[in-house]
């Protein structure tokens, strides 16, 4: 499972890069969420490095795949739940970060191709405040889905509105026709 360049690679997390893993997801919700508290992030790093740690673990339900440099320093990474607890198809992307630096360089949308590569679908939660994320999204294909009143939800933690996006392999990426 591993996707060679002449700068990068992505491949599985391996435990010893949790940490790393958890910097560039702490770093990227406060300078992507400034509508939510700082503390509120701060407080969640805890958790967050216990959920890493279990989903890496659960290589049957959830992937974590990161882009790592030449150097061997993990630029980014994404978190896909595969299969939900009854061992259905879910494709939903819970994480999709990239530290600071290295971001608009193309590391986020290589570990998107790298995740769609092989599904039909994949959907994601975006906040609705995060506009730079779904521009983001809305470049490579997702949508927001509005069928459903669960499409545009209210999370309790932040108190934030978030919307369900979806990217389909069958979709033409700017199709006037999909919902």
């Not at 560039?24 to 790093?45: Q, V």
Request: charged share 30%.
């Amino acid at each position: 499972m591993t996707n060679e360049s002449n700068e990068n690679k992505i491949q599985l997390l391996v435990e010893k890069n949790i940490d790393r893993v958890c910097n560039i997801w702490l770093i990227g919700s406060l300078t992507s969420h400034g509508f939510i508290p700082a503390g509120f992030w701060y407080a969640r790093l805890p958790e967050i490095k216990k959920q890493f740690e279990k989903k890496n673990e659960d290589k049957e339900h959830y992937e974590i795949h990161v882009n790592k440099e030449k150097d061997g320093i993990i630029r980014g990474f994404v978190v896909v739940q595969c299969k939900n607890k009854r061992g259905e198809t879910k494709n939903y992307m819970e994480e999709l970060f990239v530290d600071l630096p290295y971001q608009r360089k193309g590391i986020a949308t290589k570990l998107l191709e790298h995740i769609t590569k092989d599904k039909t679908f994949l959907e994601t939660h975006v906040y609705q405040l995060n506009t730079g994320a779904i521009i983001f999204y809305a470049k490579r294909g997702f949508r927001i889905k509005k069928e459903q009143q669960s499409c545009v939800r209210v999370e309790m933690e932040t108190g934030q509105w978030k919307l369900l996006m979806r990217w389909d392999k069958c979709k033409k990426r700017n199709s006037p026709n999909y919902r």
